[in-house]
């Protein structure tokens, strides 16, 4: 089955740190770049961060650079979003997806973050 | 960075309605815009690519078109599923960006 599972999401105090995953299974994980796609409460879709197919290169939203790390361990077909410094702005549901310009899609359930004192 | 200006932000139709949905880059992207469909509570659906190449699986009642700056998605007879908001993404260059939605609402 052709899917992504998305998890780590929790309830975290501004300032404090947490590392959401994303586990493919079905499918080539090493032959993609992924990404993760935020939404806040009521919100659009904001983009957050990219990393190549091979972990090669990283690209950050304005919103997160600095704060967050994306990274990928391709002999586990996983994929992490590690977020420090977090913010009430950051509180959103994470996906994990592959973008265009692949022709192939597909997106994760979505794991909740929630930045709250 | 690229901005993704999307019109309307909202709108409301009858089923069977033809309706348009236009995103503006604010430069030049060649053909790198999707679109997609989000039902409420629901994960977005990628619905076209390449601005104008249906994703597999999705209903021919959906095209897109433009080139440079300018794109519209396009469904020729609105179904029930279709109310829903819908999002133009650029994958020209990073940072990629969404346009802010337009929520598609019965008549």
């Known amino acids: 089955q052709v899917q992504v599972v998305e998890s780590g999401g929790d309830v975290v105090q501004p300032g404090r740190a947490l590392r959401v995953s994303c586990a493919a299974s079905g499918f080539t994980f090493s032959n993609y770049g992924m990404h993760w796609v935020r939404q806040a409460p009521g919100k659009g879709l904001e983009w957050v961060a990219t990393i190549l197919y091979d972990g090669s290169d990283k690209y950050y939203a304005d919103s997160v650079r600095g704060r967050f790390t994306v990274s990928r361990d391709n002999s586990k077909n996983t994929l992490y979003l590690q977020m420090n410094s977090l913010r009430p702005e950051d509180t959103a549901v994470y996906y994990c997806?592959?973008?265009?310009?692949?022709?192939?899609?597909?997106w994760g359930q979505g794991t909740q973050v929630i930045v709250s004192s | 960075d690229i901005q993704m200006t999307q019109s309307p932000s909202a709108m409301s139709a009858s089923v069977g309605d033809r309706v348009t949905i236009t995103c503006r880059a604010s430069?030049?992207?060649?053909?790198?815009v999707a679109w997609f469909r989000q039902k409420p509570g629901k994960v977005p659906e990628r619905l076209i690519y390449?601005?104008?190449t249906l994703q597999s699986g999705v209903p021919s009642r959906f095209s897109g078109s433009g080139s440079g700056t300018e794109f519209t998605l396009t469904i020729s007879s609105l179904q029930p599923a279709d109310f829903a908001t819908y999002y133009c993404l650029q994958h020209n260059s990073y940072p990629f960006s969404f346009g802010q939605g337009t929520k598609l609402e019965i008549k």
């Open positions: 390449a601005a104008s």
């Open positions: 430069q030049g992207i060649s053909n790198s």
């Open positions: 997806a592959i973008l265009p310009p692949y022709s192939f899609h597909i």
